[in-house]
């Protein structure tokens, strides 16, 4: 898919202050820091677009960006940093679970997970909430620039074989990079095809 243009919207901090839900919706959720804002500046291709940081917790709102001016990205605050509150990390996940619940143009969420990372409860439980409540999702493993390839691949390996005590079938998944541009082509294909 060609990317003309790519514009910020808005911030939100409820899904009730959400723009109208009559344009197709794509959401990345995921823990702090792994890649959500890079990913959506690598997929548009303009960087600078979603704020990144090297410190956890900089998006703290539901922030839109339309894109071709038929169809939106969401950047969401991460969940689990550990150095933010309870009580805040609690409003967090009520405003994400709200959002996601309530928005009925989301056409996927995509779930991003650190490739170096062992599988965490936090991610976990989300996905099967999101498969309990019927949601359609994709994961993303990120930062595959980070791993060699045989590491990526056993890792990624080892994933599937802790997703497969939960899921009969492992959801459909990416493997990206923000630095390499790795895993564009196929996650803009799969926006295309749910757009159309
Ligand atoms: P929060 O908004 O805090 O939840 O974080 P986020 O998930 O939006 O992460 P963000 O995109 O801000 O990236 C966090 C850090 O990881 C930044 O320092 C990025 O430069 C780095 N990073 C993100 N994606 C990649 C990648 O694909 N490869 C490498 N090497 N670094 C990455
Ligand atoms: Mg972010």
């Given at each position: 898919m060609l990317i003309k243009t790519a514009k910020f919207l808005l911030s939100s901090p409820d899904y009730k202050q959400c723009p109208p839900d009559t344009l197709p919706e794509y959401a990345f959720i995921g823990r702090?820091?792994?890649?959500k804002s890079s990913l959506i500046n690598m997929l548009v291709g303009f960087g600078g677009l979603a704020k990144t940081s090297s410190t956890p917790g900089k998006t703290q709102l539901i922030n839109h960006f339309i894109v071709n001016e038929n169809w939106y990205l969401v950047d969401l605050p991460g969940y689990g940093y550990a150095k933010v509150s309870k009580v805040q990390q609690a409003k967090f996940s009520s405003m994400i679970e709200n959002y996601i619940a309530n928005r009925t143009n989301l056409r996927c969420i995509f779930v991003l997970i650190d490739s170096r990372h062992e599988p965490q409860t936090n991610d976990m439980d989300f996905m099967r909430w999101l498969g309990e409540n019927g949601l359609p999702f994709a994961i993303i493993f990120t930062k595959s620039d980070k791993l060699s390839a045989t590491a990526l691949q056993k890792s990624i390996n080892h994933y599937k074989a802790v997703m497969k005590q939960y899921w009969t079938e492992m959801p459909q998944h990416f493997i990206s990079s923000a630095e390499k541009k790795t895993g564009r082509e196929e996650i803009l294909a799969l926006i295309e095809k749910l757009n159309s």
């Open positions: 702090s820091n792994v890649g």
